[in-house]
Nanobody, 120 residues
């Protein structure tokens, strides 16, 4: 059974940093056919994609978060990371890690989420 487990969330003040981790089991994040994406959902808002990294290691970050967020992975640890700097109160949300087969529309696997709270 594939599992994605997020960690690293917490409460920080505006301008602070956090690094979220998404540890995968029973699947290898380095598979060329696997895309991994960080999503977030803030209270009262729709879920939005934050950053992705594909099977070739090519990453992308949502335009509104470019320059502050970075996505990376460690194949040996089978873990994907989301480095978040200069956090703002509007970044407060539940952050989720998800994975899908490249080219597919739907995400097959989801983690349980980790809460990030940024205070002003």
């Amino acid at each position: 059974q594939v599992q994605l487990v997020e960690s690293g969330g917490g409460s920080v003040q505006s301008g602070g940093s956090l690094t979220l981790s998404c540890a995968a089991s029973n699947i290898r994040i380095r598979y060329r056919w696997l895309d991994t994406t960080w999503f977030r959902r803030a209270p009262g808002k729709e879920r939005e994609a934050v950053a992705s990294i594909d099977g070739d290691g090519i990453s992308s970050v949502a335009e509104s978060m470019q320059g502050r967020f970075t996505v990376s992975r460690n194949n040996d640890k089978n873990t994907v990371y989301l480095q978040m700097n200069n956090l703002k109160p509007e970044d407060t949300a539940m952050y989720y890690c998800a994975a899908k087969i490249s080219g597919a529309q739907d995400y097959n696997y989801w983690g349980q989420g980790t809460q990030v709270t940024v205070s002003s």
